[in-house]
């Protein structure tokens, strides 16, 4: 299954239906809302290459710890590495892993994505197909893959495959977002982001666009991230509606 590539923006669509229930389900979303009525949260993609679900987790698994910055000038080599675009699993697996090392990707990341391409190409995993069933199948079957962890799949289900209905619940940027969003006296527990986002559903990824972007109007500097693992592809102050900009859990 190739790129997906969705036009939601115009009056009355889908996008502006979601809009209307989130607003109506949540106030502290209803008030983002209303202050950034022209936001795109897919506007930001403009900026990446192409990608399908298997370019999305290298996309994820490359950005894992890093800066955006980083990320991209280490993808901006992998890319090269394969004639300019990301990666089927065959051209990953003819990669030379030394290769795939002086670009940037740590050893762990060589064995992660080299794991994912022999599954990919070896009838194990079925991407395509896959790429068809529910976020909970995709999550449960890319998650037994060491160094694949939820956020690097609820990362790519957004990235590559538009779904609608995803939340990252573990992302310390996104924990911070609502924290200050919701006004709370403390960091959110990635439960207690599970529970606020029950009112957002099923367009839980556009409310998580919203509340990354919203601390995007100030932050100017890139944030380390602190986990082990992924993210999609994360990363730094936030892209509008960047789900891969984000300090990751540690899901390594």
């Keep these: 299954m190739g790129p997906v590539n969705r036009d939601r923006r115009g009056p009355g669509?889908?996008?502006?239906?979601?809009r209307a229930h989130l607003r109506r389900a949540d106030p502290v979303l209803a008030r983002l809302i209303d202050v950034r009525p022209d936001f795109e949260p897919r506007g930001?993609?403009?900026?990446?290459?192409?990608?399908?679900?298997?370019?999305?987790?290298?996309?994820?698994?490359?950005?894992?710890?890093?800066?955006?910055?980083?990320?991209?000038?280490?993808?901006?080599?992998?890319q090269a590495l394969s004639g300019g675009h990301l990666?089927?699993?065959?051209?990953?697996?003819?990669?030379?892993?030394?290769?795939?090392?002086?670009?940037?990707?740590?050893?762990?990341?060589v064995a992660t994505l080299r794991d994912l391409a022999e599954r990919a190409t070896g009838g194990r995993l079925n991407l395509a197909e896959l790429s068809a069933?529910?976020?909970?199948?995709?999550?449960?079957?890319?998650t037994v893959i060491p160094g694949i962890g939820p956020w690097t799949v609820q990362g790519a289900l957004i990235l590559a495959l538009d779904r609608e209905d995803v939340v990252l619940p573990g992302d310390l940027a996104l924990r911070k977002a609502v924290q200050s969003a919701y006004r709370l006296d403390?960091?959110?527990?990635?439960?207690?982001?599970?529970?606020?986002?029950?009112?957002?559903?099923?367009?839980?990824?556009?409310a998580t666009s919203y509340?990354?972007?919203?601390?995007?109007?100030?932050a100017k500097e890139p944030a380390s991230e602190t986990g082990s693992e992924t993210g999609g592809a994360?990363?730094?102050?936030?892209?509008?509606?960047d789900v891969t900009a984000q300090v990751t859990p540690d899901e390594g």
Excluded: C, N
């Design 13 to 18: 669509g889908p996008r502006q239906d979601a």
């Design 44 to 78: 930001w993609m403009a900026e990446l290459p192409a990608m399908d679900l298997f370019g999305a987790l290298v996309f994820q698994v490359t950005g894992q710890q890093l800066s955006v910055a980083s990320t991209r000038r280490i993808l901006a080599r992998i």
């Design 87 to 109: 990666p089927s699993p065959e051209e990953l697996l003819r990669a030379d892993p030394a290769e795939l090392r002086r670009a940037g990707l740590s050893g762990r990341k």
């Design 133 to 142: 069933r529910p976020d909970e199948e995709i999550i449960a079957q890319l």
């Design 186 to 206: 403390h960091l959110p527990l990635p439960a207690e982001v599970t529970a606020i986002a029950e009112a957002w559903r099923p367009y839980r990824s556009l």
């Design 211 to 218: 509340l990354f972007s919203a601390p995007a109007e100030t």
């Design 234 to 241: 994360a990363q730094t102050a936030p892209q509008p509606g």
